[in-house]
T-cell receptor, first 114, second 109 residues
Framework: KAGVTQTPRYLIKTRGQQVTLSCSPISGHRSVSWYQQTPGQGLQFLFEYFSETQRNKGNFPGRFSGRQFSNSRSEMNVSTLELGDSALYLC?????????????FGNGTRLTVT | GIQVEQSPPDLILQEGANSTLRCNFSDSVNNLQWFHQNPWGQLINLFYIPSGTKQNGRLSATTVATERYSLLYISSSQTTDSGVYFCAGQETSGSRLTFGEGTQLTVNP
């Protein structure tokens, strides 16, 4: 069974631009969540989607948004990029909430904002 | 909010040594999980261990939920074990994970 797939692996953007990251979950997993990892803040939760609905949101500004499609694939978007948005963005998938299943992460997208 | 604390923050071992990593967590944490992040950033789920003991090869984990701690044991360490080990817990509702700050493990040949 294929793992969680994130694209692209690396991305370089300029301040003020916007970016879209993609995540395909493990087949059969319907919950997708996103995390940001930076040296200073560690791993922080961005948001979680299940059945195309955002179920939970972390403490990030509105410039960070996401969505989930009917096939459970998810995208996250960051608008008006700032230097501080440079980070490793990790997507994780799991069975539906309540199934008490482990989270499995993709390889991440490393975003650099210049 | 929930709290997850790991110790030690850094650990340096010689190949073949054993080690124990600790994770303390607050009352509202459930579904404790251990992850290994390799130098390339890949985060691998090692154990999903809300309570009890599990073993996978040279790795084993024990969670004592009533005392709010979990331990990860690494035996006969290898250089490929190097990386950062995270524990993370979920709140009672939802699947949001709160991560500890990690233990940076370096295994020297």
């Amino acid at each position: 069974k294929a793992g969680v797939t994130q694209t692209p692996r690396y991305l370089i953007k300029t301040r003020g631009q916007q970016v879209t990251l993609s995540c395909s979950p493990i087949s059969g997993h319907r919950s997708v969540s996103w995390y940001q990892q930076t040296p200073g803040q560690g791993l922080q939760f961005l948001f979680e989607y299940f059945s195309e609905t955002q179920r939970n949101k972390g403490n990030f500004p509105g410039r960070f948004s996401g969505r989930q499609f009917s096939n459970s694939r998810s995208e996250m978007n960051v608008s008006t990029l700032e230097l501080g948005d440079s980070a490793l963005y990790l997507c994780a998938s799991s069975l539906p909430q309540g199934a008490r299943s482990p989270l499995h992460f993709g390889n991440g997208t490393r975003l650099t904002v210049t | 909010g929930i709290q997850v604390e790991q110790s030690p923050p850094d650990l340096i071992l010689q190949e073949g040594a054993n080690s124990t990593l600790r994770c303390n967590f607050s009352d509202s944490v459930n579904n404790l999980q251990w992850f290994h992040q390799n130098p390339w950033g890949q985060l691998i789920n090692l154990f999903y261990i809300p309570s009890g003991t599990k073993q996978n090869g040279r790795l084993s984990a024990t969670t004592v939920a009533t005392e709010r701690y979990s331990l990860l044991y690494i035996s006969s360490s290898q250089t490929t074990d190097s990386g950062v080990y995270f524990c993370a817990g979920q709140e009672t509702s939802g699947s949001r994970l709160t991560f500890g700050e990690g233990t940076q493990l370096t295994v020297n040949p």
